[in-house]
């Protein structure tokens, strides 16, 4: 099956700089790779996806990219906040699995004001 | 976005008895759900697929005869745990792809955390 690897755990930045966090996948099969915000007891948000179509993707101060070749896609935020602050998990899923995500083990990000 | 709500938000038990999480999604139609379980500072651990109208389909490691898990509707899946103890307290979070459309985007529920004394 997939597996998902994600880099690093924690990550700790001053507010205003850039923060990326990697993940490879396993799947060349995987098609879609969706980042998601998480805070203390809530659901996961989703922050920004992009498709296998798409080399890269960007919402504001957020940006993906990925590298199908390489099978690895990463998440960038820039001019970090400190309400940026949370764990973030990437995902990746294919049609062929019926939309089942597999998850990243997770970022903690900490954005010191 | 579509909404999917969870009930109970948060509930507390003795250990040994049996305890239902309902997933419901409010505004679409899913014939697939999925139910994960995240220990504190830990990932979403997929642990079972549930199918409308149909067995549902766990990841290697989860019982099922533990996690009984239902799919009554089509925007109403269960998941009970049965004879829980204390080693099952984690927050256990419902998501749902909507039906008939070919984007993979799934929305989560809001978890259920469940602690067992």
């Known amino acids: 099956g997939e597996n998902v690897e994600q880099h690093p755990s924690t990550l700790s930045v001053q507010e205003g700089d850039s923060a990326v966090i990697k993940c490879t996948y396993s799947?060349?099969?995987?098609?879609?790779f969706p980042w998601y915000k998480q805070e203390l007891g809530k659901r996961p948000q989703l922050i920004i996806d992009?498709?296998?179509?798409?080399g890269e993707k960007k919402d504001q101060r957020i940006a993906v990219t990925l590298n199908k070749t390489a099978k690895h896609f990463s998440l960038h935020i820039t001019e970090t906040q400190p309400e940026d602050s949370a764990v973030y998990f990437c995902?990746?899923?294919?049609?062929?699995?019926?939309?089942?995500?597999?998850f990243g083990g997770g970022t903690r990000l900490m954005v010191k004001p | 976005g579509a909404v999917v709500s969870q009930h109970p938000s948060w509930v507390i038990c003795k250990s040994g008895t049996s305890v239902k999480i309902e997933c419901r999604s409010l505004?679409?139609?899913?014939?697939?759900m999925f139910w994960y379980r995240q220990f504190p500072k830990q990932s979403l651990m997929l642990m079972a697929t549930?199918?409308?109208?149909?067995?549902?389909?766990?990841e290697q490691g989860v019982e099922k005869d533990k996690f009984l898990i239902n799919h009554a509707s089509l925007t109403l899946s269960t998941l009970t745990v049965t004879s829980a103890h204390p080693e099952d307290s984690s927050f256990y979070i419902c998501?749902?792809?909507?039906?008939?459309?070919?984007?993979?985007?799934?929305?989560f529920g809001p978890g259920t955390r469940l602690t067992v004394l």
């Open positions: 995902a990746a899923s294919t049609n062929n699995a019926g939309n089942m995500l597999t």
């Open positions: 505004d679409f139609q899913a014939t697939t």
């Open positions: 998501s749902a792809p909507r039906s008939g459309r070919a984007d993979n985007e799934q929305f």
């Open positions: 992009i498709r296998s179509n798409v």
């Open positions: 549930s199918n409308e109208g149909s067995k549902a389909t766990y």
């Open positions: 799947d060349s099969a995987s098609n879609y």
